[in-house]
């Protein structure tokens, strides 16, 4: 019995070990949420940051309730100031889903430890304001 929890104690260190360091490499892609999961999420009052990587003309034509707007191409020089807490859950979204998928992967590469792209507005059902 001792040997089983020894075993299961090394298999749960080298999986949080490898989704580390998966999570750093080159080419690595953060996870997808699904919309329910991401509305559950902000439903639930949690504490998360919902980032829009469009630009800042399409997050004014209409964006999800609560979102910060960085631009993807200005995520590189600004993300610091924008996002201060590497350790914070941050949501990432865009109008389609191509633009979220590389700047989540972006966040990743600069250190951002819990990262999630769930995709484009384009497929948000839920409420959507405008500046």
């Known amino acids: 019995m001792k040997d089983f929890f020894a075993l299961a104690a090394l298999i749960v ?3 949080a070990v490898l989704r580390f360091y998966n999570a750093r490499m080159p080419g690595a892609s953060a996870p997808k949420r699904t919309m329910q999961e991401v ?5 639930s009052g949690a504490a998360v940051t919902l980032l829009d990587v469009r630009t800042e003309e399409e997050f004014a034509s209409g964006h999800i ?10 995520l590189s020089a600004k993300a610091a100031a924008v996002l ?12 389609s889903g191509r633009r979220s998928a590389a700047a989540a992967a972006r966040l ?3 250190g951002y430890a819990n990262v999630s792209d769930f995709g484009g507005i384009q497929d948000w ?7």
């Not at 509305?39 to 439903?43: A, H, K, Q, V, Y």
């Not at 910060?68 to 191409?73: A, F, R, S």
């Open 13 to 15: 260190c080298a999986v």
């Open 39 to 43: 509305w559950e999420r902000l439903d």
């Open 65 to 74: 309730p609560g979102a910060v707007c960085l631009p993807v191409k200005e």
């Open 84 to 95: 201060p807490d590497k350790e914070a859950e941050i949501l990432v979204y865009c109008q």
């Open 108 to 110: 990743l590469k600069l």
């Open 125 to 131: 059902p839920y409420e959507i304001v405008s500046d």
